[in-house]
T-cell receptor
Framework: DAKTTQPPSMDCAEGRAANLPCNHS???????VYWYRQIHSQGPQYIIH???NNETNEMASLIITEDRKSSTLILPHATLRDTAVYYC???????????FGTGTRLQVTL | GAVVSQHPSRVICKSGTSVKIECRSL??????MFWYRQFPKKSLMLMAT?????????EQGVEKDKFLINHASLTLSTLTVTSAHPEDSSFYIC???????????FGEGSRLTVL
């Protein structure tokens, strides 16, 4: 699986949009971009995934650049409960393993 | 979304004993299950991949005789830490996928403390 690069930490004010970047410059054509988050001492939670089109669900939006070498996860209105470590992962197919990097620790503040 | 349940959520055991952790998919059939380990302030490290009815595939550096994985049914996988030692203390997390949607569903994790 292609390696991803994320900033180690970010801060965001409650109510504002949180934009979390991810670089995956060596991604191949059949690799999807997945985002998970992990709140302290819990199992990871699925957020969203995409191949090349932008995606949106009730939790977040995923913007993938045209060359697919980077992406941004957008939490439109961050709340304190969004404080977590966010992992950007590229993955082949739909049944293969997920390899976690170090992620971005997002701190949402009042 | 689909639910994966782990039990126990916390376990404390003496050094040298064995501990079994169960992972159940409650509302889907998990053809593939993954077991991860996470040390404090570190990322998740994949230990092994198991497909229902076949032997698990272990990642490099993970001792298959120490971490026994059984995936006998489409809804249950177990991880047994044999002859546990303090360095095995960690947060163990399982995940499952049916392979249809691409989503990987994670359990709540099991925190093992070996005294």
């Amino acid at each position: 699986d292609a390696k991803t690069t994320q900033p180690p930490s970010m801060d965001c004010a409650e109510g504002r949009a949180a934009n979390l970047p991810c670089n995956h410059s060596t991604i191949s054509g059949n690799e999807y971009v997945y985002w998970y988050r992990q709140i302290h001492s819990q199992g990871p939670q699925y957020i969203i995934h995409g191949l090349k089109n932008n995606e949106t669900n009730e939790m977040a939006s995923l913007i993938i650049t045209e060359d697919r070498k980077s992406s941004t996860l957008i939490l439109p209105h961050a709340t304190l409960r969004d404080t977590a470590v966010y992992y950007c992962i590229v993955r082949i197919g739909t049944a293969s393993k997920l390899t976690f990097g170090t992620g971005t620790r997002l701190q949402v503040t009042l | 979304g689909a639910v994966v349940s782990q039990h126990p959520s916390r376990v404390i055991c003496k050094s040298g004993t064995s501990v079994k952790i169960e992972c159940r998919s409650l509302d889907f059939q998990a053809t593939t299950m993954f077991w991860y380990r996470q040390f404090p302030k570190k990322s998740l490290m994949l230990m092994a991949t198991s497909n229902e009815g076949s032997k698990a595939t272990y990642e490099q550096g993970v001792e298959k005789d120490k971490f026994l994985i059984n995936h006998a049914s489409l809804t249950l996988s177990t991880l047994t830490v044999t002859s546990a030692h303090p360095e095995d203390s960690s947060f163990y997390i399982c995940s499952g996928t049916s392979g249809n949607t691409g989503e990987l569903f994670f359990g709540e994790g099991s925190r093992l403390t070996v005294l």
